[in-house]
């Protein structure tokens, strides 16, 4: 079953609007959750990293007043993609690395396909 | 510059064949390749962790193997089956600048009847 859990798993929302996205490590305390967007046929690129407790490391060119992450607790984190525009149409994945498994590995949510109309 | 390229971008088999995906890297100083399966809409799941000791991993029908010296690295599919229709993502981890991985861009399989 999955271990990392987004939600939700589509939204559609109206442009200026804000959509938060949350992504939930189940059974295992994540102290770092990172965060990705994909476009279609493309990799997934890394935007942020979130620590829990402290403020999230964004990528060169992730604008951190667009997409704000809160990491309050050990098992969840959140991206608000604030304002949103029809640009900021694409698939947002989280994913956790914790010590389930094997130490350090990486595991991905299911992803959040936004639409901006 | 740290890159995965993967080959070959797409790819087409018939099923019951087996294929072979190709991950060549320019990551350094190398952690560990990992080698994940996306289908269409969901989130990567991962297939193999390996280290750079390791030069074979199995994992059911998928094997991949590394070679540390050429940094190159390949992931096999035997028997391959409709399920197995999917993105498959090479990603290279390195110790420098904070443990970051480098995702490669994909190899789109299709497997069809």
């Known amino acids: 079953g999955a271990v990392v859990s987004q939600h939700p798993s589509r939204v559609i929302c109206k442009s200026g609007t804000s959509v938060k996205i949350e992504c939930r490590s189940l059974?295992?305390?994540?102290?770092?959750m990172f965060w990705y967007r994909q476009f279609p046929k493309q990799s997934l690129m890394l935007m942020a990293t979130?620590?829990?407790?402290?403020?999230?490391?964004?990528e060169q060119g992730v604008e951190k007043d667009k997409f704000l992450i809160n990491h309050a607790s050990l098992t969840l984190s959140t991206l608000t993609v604030t304002s949103a525009h029809p640009e900021d149409s694409s698939f947002y994945i989280c994913?956790?690395?914790?010590?389930?498994?094997?130490?350090?590995?990486?595991?991905f949510g299911e992803g959040s396909r936004l639409t901006v109309l | 510059k740290n890159q995965v390229e993967q080959s070959p971008q797409s790819l087409i088999i018939l099923e019951g064949k087996n294929c072979t995906l190709q991950?060549?890297?320019?990551?350094?100083?190398?952690?560990?390749l990992r080698w994940y399966k996306q289908d269409t809409g969901r989130g990567p799941v991962s297939l193999t962790i390996?280290?750079?000791?390791?030069n074979t991993k199995s994992n059911g029908r998928y094997t991949a193997t590394l070679d540390a010296d050429t940094k190159q690295s390949s992931l096999h599919i035997t028997a391959s089956q409709l399920s197995d229709s999917a993105s498959y993502i090479c990603?290279?981890?390195?110790?420098?600048?904070?443990?970051?991985?480098?995702f490669g861009t994909g190899t789109q399989l299709k497997v069809e009847l």
């Open positions: 994913s956790a690395r914790g010590y389930r498994g094997h130490p350090g590995e990486l595991f």
């Open positions: 059974d295992f305390q994540a102290t770092t």
């Open positions: 979130s620590n829990e407790g402290s403020k999230a490391t964004y």
């Open positions: 991950c060549n890297y320019t990551v350094s100083p190398f952690s560990n």
């Open positions: 390996m280290t750079f000791s390791e």
């Open positions: 990603v290279v981890r390195y110790t420098g600048g904070g443990n970051k991985l480098t």
